[in-house]
């Protein structure tokens, strides 16, 4: 394969064209062979260093990421928030300028804040791997599930893919919606009005409020969490009352097309946004989509160690 | 600054004044701080001001100087001396220090400071409630023997209704303009943006524009009620633009200033994350901006103020979210505003100075500010078609955040004069012989 890739750091899939998008998924799935090795390791990143710098609470996508660092060879640093300096009061540049002084070369980094990770990136000359910044990008997470949806599908170009749940505090929502556009799948944005703003209507996504308007075409239902912890304020009634409005669930189903998939980012809420029947049924894709994380970080990694000039 | 030298001949002036309605070229005379008839002009100095604009002084009455508190952004030295810069004759202090400009103390600070260290004049404005928390009224009295000529919470809103009467009543009998930051907390929550198209696609935590709206519409009502001046501050949204013109209609005491960023900038910059583009209110859409233009055009808005708040380098090179609010202004309104609205079509030059000095004037109950003779010798010259970069290295304030950095603009402040004293001087090439 040609690179296409020139990039040394991943923040956003909206500044990526197709073309690259398309380049990351067919590096991924070259990397999901090594996985399948009985030897699961490659040289790929050997006498690199990798800081995992998370400044909020992650389970599945640190270990995620540590995996794939691991299974490319690199020497890895694992910071976290609770334990670093930022807080005795360090800003978080200074807490990046001193890593770097130790002769790392990527961060992956999560923060709290939109947009952190672009401002770093901005002061450093290491790459820098967005996993995850406030409410506005995941793009590993969307190139997982791209990766998984043309798995199944074969294709995305054309599909009908709904992302439903808290959209308003989902980086995942926003991450999937570039990456789908651009890849030219049609994309529905459905929940309460109170977690789905309108403004997605500017960029060319359906808005709908209505679960069964918002499944009956779908080729992929992408369920998302309920973010307990984001939901500051009174955006919906009560979980039970969010289960009965916009709960995925067996009776669902029915309305869906017969090969329609079931997505979900996970930590899953089982019976709240999503009924255990439907999560560990035949349509479910959720263990996949960890799977194929693991093949989509380490061509992330690979691609973006290789364009970090020091 | 020249030392010792008073007098002096302003020749060819271009003379814009908005409160006579001159616009002619002539001679202007200064001697002894005084505006007089040119030929009576002892010893004069002679400048030759061919092809600039002679106004009477500009006035910002939304500035922060940070003293006493956080002079490692600002000082009264440096924001005066920057409001010299900016063609700016006198200004007025935000009184969010610390402490807060909410007893007759910290006004005796202030005033003693300026008086040494103020290149241009500062009117003191006191807090409406006590350390501007929104719960008991200041001493508004004592403020006003202790010389201020405002009141404002700035930076805060005062939410509770009742109390907010009280104050306009309570103000009123001392002839005190109030000078309201119109924010509904709820409805703002943690929000740090505006709440629009680019909030949404971000992720970033929206203010809606009605949580301004609803607080304009509630001075409305009060400014009826006690029948007395509330003035809004740094308006930024439609909704609260149409509410002002209704209001101004009926003859309600309101009056409006937009700031020059919400005039040139919109939400759309916010993709950079640059925390020079974060302040409060936040950039808002294209429509609030146009709306904003349009009613500087019939009025509605009659004041023109920068919400000068400077901040460090190092509070601002934090995450967005996490930076405060604000950016600086005094050196570049002039020439923003005339390039966004003279040169764009959208005022004429007497309108857009009446900005600076009708409006303000009013808000504040100044008089005696027009080139009239006998009035005092407070005099903004600029060149209206100047092009230039604007250079935040160039600045007289402490601080740099600044969205307006490398923006090319037409227009160029030369000369303020304070009282007969030339306190910024970019006119050596104009020197006569």
């Not at chain 1, 978080?92 to 002769?103: C, G, R, V």
């Not at chain 2, 604009?53 to 490692?72: C, M, N, S, W, Y």
Request: charged content about 25%; aromatic content about 6%; overall charge negative.
């Amino acid at each position: 394969m040609e690179t296409v890739w020139t990039r040394k750091d991943l923040l956003s899939l909206y500044d990526l064209s197709a073309d690259e998008i398309i380049f990351l998924l067919d590096t991924a799935e070259e990397f999901k062979k090594v996985s399948e090795r009985n030897v699961k390791k490659v040289p790929a990143l050997r006498g690199k260093t990798v800081v995992n710098f998370f400044v909020e609470p992650s389970t599945r996508t640190r270990v995620s990421f540590e995996l794939a660092e691991q299974r490319l060879s690199a020497d890895i640093i694992n910071v976290q928030a609770s334990t670093s300096s930022l807080k005795k009061g360090e800003t978080l540049l200074d807490t990046i300028k001193n890593l770097e002084a130790l002769q790392v070369d990527l961060f992956v980094m999560r923060h709290a804040s939109p947009g952190a990770q672009y401002f770093i990136a901005e002061n450093t000359k290491c790459g820098v791997v967005n996993a995850g910044d406030g409410a506005h990008s995941h793009p590993t997470q969307a190139l997982l599930d791209l990766f998984t949806i043309r798995e199944k599908k074969g294709h995305i170009d054309g599909l009908k893919v709904t992302i439903l749940g808290d959209i308003l505090h989902s980086r995942v929502a926003r991450s999937n919606i570039w990456g789908l556009l651009k890849l030219g799948a049609e994309v529905t944005v459905a929940g309460p009005p109170t977690l789905v703003p309108r403004e997605f209507e500017s960029i060319g996504v359906k808005v709908c409020h209505n679960l069964k308007d918002a499944v009956r075409d779908a080729d992929v239902v992408n369920v998302l969490r309920i973010q307990h912890e984001r939901l500051n304020a009174s955006f919906f009634p009560s979980d039970s009352e969010y289960a009965s409005f916009y709960g995925i669930k067996p009776g669902i189903l029915d309305y869906m097309k017969p090969d329609t998939i079931i997505m979900h980012p996970g930590p899953i809420n089982r019976d709240v946004e999503i009924s255990s029947a439907v999560a560990d049924g035949s349509r479910s894709v959720i263990l996949e989509q960890v799977t194929n994380g693991l093949a989509v970080r380490m061509a992330v990694l690979f691609l973006v160690a290789g364009c970090v000039k020091k | 600054m020249i030392e010792g030298i008073n007098n002096f001949i302003l020749r060819n002036a271009r003379v814009i004044d908005p409160f006579t309605g001159e616009d002619s070229v002539r001679d202007i005379g200064v001697m002894d701080g005084v505006l007089v008839n040119p030929e009576g002009v002892l010893n004069p100095l002679e400048i030759d001001l061919k092809g600039l604009v002679a106004a009477p002084g500009f006035i910002d009455i939304h500035v922060h100087l940070r003293q006493p508190g956080k002079t490692e952004a600002e000082t009264i030295a440096t924001g005066t001396m920057a409001a010299a810069a900016g063609g700016f004759t006198g200004i007025v202090p935000m009184p969010n220090t610390s402490p807060a400009c909410d007893n007759a103390s910290t006004i005796e600070y202030l005033r003693r400071h300026t008086a040494v260290d103020g290149v241009v004049r500062v009117y003191p404005c006191g807090t409406l409630t006590k350390n501007y928390a929104g719960e008991e009224m200041a001493p508004i009295g004592s403020l006003k023997n202790a010389g201020v000529m405002a009141l404002s919470d700035d930076g805060r809103c005062v939410q509770n209704h009742d109390l907010m009467r009280h104050i306009v009543e309570y103000a009123k009998q001392f002839e005190l303009p109030i000078l309201d930051h119109c924010e509904e907390n709820y409805l703002k929550g943690s929000g740090y943006v505006h709440e629009g198209k680019w909030s949404v696609l971000l992720g970033m935590t929206g203010i809606p524009s009605a949580s301004e709206a609803l607080m304009v519409a509630r001075d409305i009502m009060l400014a009826k009620l006690v029948d007395w001046k509330i003035h809004i501050q740094h308006i930024s949204a439609k909704d609260s633009v149409e509410l002002v013109r209704r209001a101004r209609k009926e003859g309600i005491k309101i009056s409006a200033e937009a700031t020059p960023h919400h005039i040139a900038l919109t939400d759309e910059y916010i993709k950079r994350y640059d925390t020079n583009y974060k302040m409060n209110p936040p950039l808002r859409s294209e429509e609030d901006r146009l709306a904003i233009i349009e009613a500087l055009a019939d009025d509605t808005i009659t004041v023109i103020a920068t919400d000068h708040a400077p901040h460090t380098q190092t509070s601002k090179l934090v995450e967005f979210d996490q930076a405060p609010f604000g950016i600086i202004g005094l050196e570049t309104a002039l020439p923003v505003t005339l390039t966004e609205l003279y040169h764009a079509g959208v005022l004429s030059l007497p309108q857009l100075i009446s900005k600076f000095t009708v409006g303000p004037a009013e808000v504040l109950g100044l008089r005696n500010h027009s080139l009239a003779l006998g009035n005092p010798a407070d005099i903004t010259i600029f060149d209206p078609d100047f092009e230039y970069v604007i250079d935040k290295k160039q600045f007289y304030s402490k601080s740099r955040n600044t969205p307006f950095a490398g923006m090319t603009v037409k227009g160029k402040v030369r000369g303020t004069m304070v009282c007969g004293r030339l306190v910024y001087d970019d006119l050596a090439e104009q020197r006569m012989a």
